[in-house]
Every structure is written in C-alpha cells, then in structure tokens.
Nanobody
Framework: QGQLAESGGGLVQPGGSLRLSCVASESISNIARMGAMGWYRQAPGKQRESVAIITSEGRTTYEDSVKGRFTISRDNAKDMVYLQMDNLKPEDSAIYYC?????????WGQGTQVTVSS
C-alpha cells in the first residue's frame, strides 16, 4: 500500500477542468503535516517538473505556465492536498504525482494520468 494516493485524473477537453486529490497514509501523516506538499508532473520524453507547492504554513508557489489556472490547497485535518486545474491545455497532459517533503525526507505517489485532448 502506497503512502500517498492520488485520484482525479482523466481525459478532458481543452478549456476544461479537473480536480486532483492526494491523501497521505497514517504512517506519514506527521511528516505530511509538518512538510510541504506538492504536485509534480512528467510528460513523455520530459523530466519531472514541479507544478505547485504548498508549505505547512500555506505559502504557495506555482510553475509559470500554470499560474492563474491551477490552485493548490491542503487540508491538514484530513492529510490531503488538492490541485484544482482550470482552463486546461493540451500541454498540461502528463502523469501528475503527489509529493511530500520535509527536511531530507520525501515521499511520492504512483501518479495519475491527465490527458487534455479534443
């Protein structure tokens, strides 16, 4: 059983929306609450890149191409992080991974596929 589980991916038309969710297992709950949670993506033939990060204090950072279209949020009580993706573009197609980092420790989910196509 994975320590991070993503859901919410799928096929959507350009201009559409998707909401990704990720839950941290009980075994890493404390680390998830203390650390930064984020979303990363990897398209075929490309390196994995950071999409959006949210710290334990709620500070957010976004990759330039998603600013104004994606919104990251977290619910510490539920050990969850979300990514609301609006106005999706074909170039957003990738496998999206949830990640938790705290000091030198990091965890990754298995990923969820997002495909933006007409």
């Amino acid at each position: 059983q994975g320590q991070l589980a993503e859901s919410g991916g799928g096929l959507v038309q350009p201009g559409g929306s998707l909401r990704l969710s990720c839950v941290a297992s009980e075994s890493i709950s404390n680390i998830a609450r203390m650390g930064a949670m984020g979303w990363y993506r990897q398209a075929p033939g490309k390196q994995r890149e950071s999409v959006a990060i949210i710290t334990s204090e709620g500070r957010t950072t976004y990759e330039d191409s998603v600013k104004g279209r994606f919104t990251i949020s977290r619910d510490n009580a539920k050990d969850m992080v979300y990514l609301q993706m609006d106005n999706l573009k074909p170039e957003d197609s990738a496998i999206y991974y949830c990640g938790v980092t705290w000091r030198t420790v990091g965890y990754w989910g298995q990923g969820t596929q997002v495909t933006v196509s007409s």
